[in-house]
């Protein structure tokens, strides 16, 4: 037998005031997008919005059902339109922002698993990284330089 280990090189921001001018432009849209979450359930919005390389924005925001696997979270959401919408460009930065209606939210929320195996795919599509930063409500804000820091061992077509 044999131990591999793996490591993930992730960026972490003291706030928002500290992330780059051209994130926190790309962060604000993403907060709005959160405000407009359709969350009655969990009551936990949450808020995407991608930068694509043709300098389009895409945001998406969290859509709740009272059938829960009938929803969508914001980051699908948004990827799914900004494929559906713009299917020849290259996603080049991923915001996501959460806030929860319940209690403070100040910890960075990282995609979930389902939408890092969704970020996964286009990752791969494209050949190229996708930076990734994510907040809460407030607070730390994480990057990452793509989603293989998030997601190492990602499942792809090259298994199919």
């Known amino acids: 037998m044999k131990s591999i280990t793996i490591n993930c090189d992730l960026d972490v921001y003291d706030s928002f005031e500290d992330i780059p001018a051209d994130i926190k432009e790309l962060m604000?849209?993403?907060?709005?997008?959160?405000d407009m979450a359709y969350a009655p359930y969990s009551k936990f919005h949450v808020g995407a919005a991608i930068l694509l390389d043709n300098n389009e924005v895409v945001t998406g925001s969290n859509q709740e059902n009272a059938s829960y696997p009938s929803g969508l979270c914001?980051?699908?959401?948004a990827i799914y339109y900004a494929g559906s919408k713009y299917p020849k460009a290259n996603i080049k930065t991923l915001v996501i922002t959460a806030k929860s209606l319940m209690h403070s939210m100040i910890t960075p929320v990282p995609p979930c698993g389902a939408c890092r195996q969704a970020i996964a795919e286009y990752e791969v599509r494209q050949d190229e990284p996708i930076e990734i930063y994510f907040m809460g409500?407030?607070?730390k804000v994480v990057r990452s330089n793509s989603l293989k820091n998030l997601l190492p061992l990602a499942f792809d077509n090259t298994f199919l």
């Not at 604000?28 to 959160?34: G, H, L, N």
């Not at 914001?74 to 959401?77: G, I, M, N, Q």
């Open 28 to 34: 604000e849209a993403a907060i709005e997008a959160r």
């Open 74 to 77: 914001a980051e699908r959401t």
């Open 137 to 139: 409500a407030s607070g």
